[in-house]
C-alpha cells in the first residue's frame, strides 16, 4: 500500500517514521480465498451518520496463507476482516503497533491475535463467546428449541465478559467486554469501569452505548408494567388494503396478537410459518392484527400478496411508528403483543424468539 509523506518534511524525518502492519495467516483448512476488509479511525466511527466518512474497504487474497493489511497511522483503528457473509473479525491498533492475526478455523471461527496486549485479550474473549454462541444458532434454529437449554447458554455467553472484567479490572480489554452486556449489567460494569480500563482506546464507544441501554432499560420496565396483564391494551385504528377503517376493539373478546412488521425486516417475514401454523390452530378464538410500521405503502401491499397473510393487516402511516409504538414500547421488530378477551395485555415479544409460541399457547391455557 502506498505511503504517503506530507510535504515539507525532510528526509530525515521521513526516515525516522514507523509504519506497522496487520499480517494474517490463515490455516490451510480455511477454504475461503477472498476477505474484505473494512477499517476506520475510531473517532469517526463514533459520529453521527451524517458526519461519518465513508469507511475505507479493500479485498485481501492470501498469498501462499497470508495477505497483509497496512495500518492506519493517525489514530486508534477498527479493522473488519470479513470471513464469509456472517463472521468477522475486528482487530484494534494503535499507531506503530504490529500485529499477526492467526486464523484457525471458521466453523466456528477460531483465531488468535498477537501483537498487543488489547488484541490478544479480545481474541481469546471472541474465541470463547463465539463457540457459545455457535452452539445458540444451532439449538435455537432446531424445530422445537428448548427455552430453558437457550437461556443458559445465554448466560454463559454472559459470564464470559462479566468473569473476565473481575478477573482483569485494570485492562485496557474491559470496555471490549463491556460492550457486550446489556442493560443492567452494561450499567453496572460501566459506573465499576477502573480509571485504568477507562483510559482505553476502546472506551470511546462506550458513551454513546451507555445512552441507549439507558433507554432500552427504561423501556423493558415499561414493557413488563405493560404486560402485567392489569394493562388495558392502548386502543388505534388504521386502514387495511381495501381502505377499511380497522381497529383493535372490533376483535374484544376474542384471543389478539398484534405484530408489528414490516417488509424490510427478514427476521418477521422469517417468523410467518410459524404464525400462519398458529392462526390455523387457534381460530376462531385467536385473531392476528399486522400492523405495517416503517414501510413504503406499495411495498406492504405487495407484501401482503408476496407472503400470502391470511390475517387482518392494516398500514400504520406515521413516521418512524409514532405514538403507537411508543404505547407498545417497541424497541425493535418483528414484535408481537398478546391482547386477552378482555382487552388486556399480557405479553410483549421482542425479536424472531422461538420461545412465543409456547408463551401464547399458555396463555390460552392450549
Not at 452494561?186 to 483510559?199: I, R, W
Request: glycine fraction near 8%; aromatic fraction near 10%.
Amino acid at each position: 500500500m502506498k505511503r504517503i509523506i506530507i510535504s515539507g518534511l525532510g528526509l530525515v524525518a521521513a526516515a525516522t517514521m514507523t509504519y506497522a502492519d496487520i499480517h494474517v495467516k490463515v490455516a490451510p483448512t480455511v477454504s475461503i480465498n477472498e476477505f474484505p476488509v473494512e477499517y476506520s479511525y475510531l473517532t469517526e466511527m463514533v459520529k453521527t451518520r451524517a458526519e461519518r466518512p465513508q469507511t475505507m474497504k479493500e479485498t485481501k487474497i492470501p498469498e501462499n496463507g497470508e495477505f497483509t493489511i497496512a495500518t492506519l497511522q493517525d489514530g486508534a483503528s477498527q479493522y473488519a476482516i470479513m470471513i464469509g457473509d456472517r463472521e468477522y473479525i475486528l482487530v484494534y491498533t494503535m499507531p506503530g503497533e504490529e500485529l499477526t492475526v492467526d486464523i484457525e478455523s471458521v466453523g466456528p471461527l477460531s483465531y488468535k491475535v498477537s501483537g498487543s496486549q488489547l488484541m490478544e485479550d479480545i481474541s481469546t474473549l471472541a474465541t470463547a463467546s463465539g463457540k457459545i454462541l455457535d452452539d445458540y444458532r444451532t439449538k435455537a434454529s432446531g424445530e422445537t428449541p428448548d427455552v430453558e437449554e437457550l437461556e443458559q447458554i445465554g448466560r454463559a455467553y454472559d459470564n464470559v465478559f462479566k468473569d473476565y472484567i473481575t478477573a482483569n479490572p485494570e485492562s485496557v480489554g474491559v470496555p471490549y467486554a463491556i460492550l457486550h452486556l446489556e442493560g443492567e449489567d452494561f450499567l453496572n460494569a460501566y459506573s465499576a469501569m477502573t480509571e485504568a480500563a477507562a483510559k482505553s482506546p476502546l472506551a470511546i464507544f462506550l458513551e454513546p452505548q451507555k445512552e441507549r441501554v439507558e433507554h432500552q432499560v427504561a423501556a423493558e420496565k415499561k414493557k413488563a408494567e405493560l404486560q402485567s396483564g392489569d394493562v388495558m391494551a392502548p386502543d388505534f385504528t388504521y386502514k387495511d388494503a381495501q381502505g377499511k377503517e380497522i381497529s383493535l376493539s372490533d376483535f374484544r373478546g376474542k384471543w389478539v396478537i398484534i405484530d408489528f412488521w414490516g417488509t424490510w425486516c427478514p427476521w418477521c417475514i422469517k417468523g410467518f410459518p410459524e404464525l400462519k401454523k398458529a392462526y390455523a390452530e387457534y381460530q376462531p378464538e385467536l385473531e392476528i392484527l399486522g400492523v405495517a410500521c416503517n414501510d413504503d405503502y406499495n411495498a406492504w401491499l405487495n407484501g401482503l400478496k408476496k407472503y400470502d397473510l391470511p390475517w387482518v393487516n392494516v398500514y400504520n402511516p406515521e413516521e418512524k411508528g409514532g405514538k403507537l409504538l411508543e404505547d407498545y414500547a417497541v424497541e425493535g421488530f418483528p414484535t408481537k403483543a398478546i391482547i386477552n378477551p378482555e382487552g388486556k395485555i399480557v405479553n410483549i415479544t421482542t425479536g424472531h424468539n422461538p420461545a412465543f409460541f409456547e408463551i401464547l399457547k399458555e396463555k390460552m391455557g392450549k
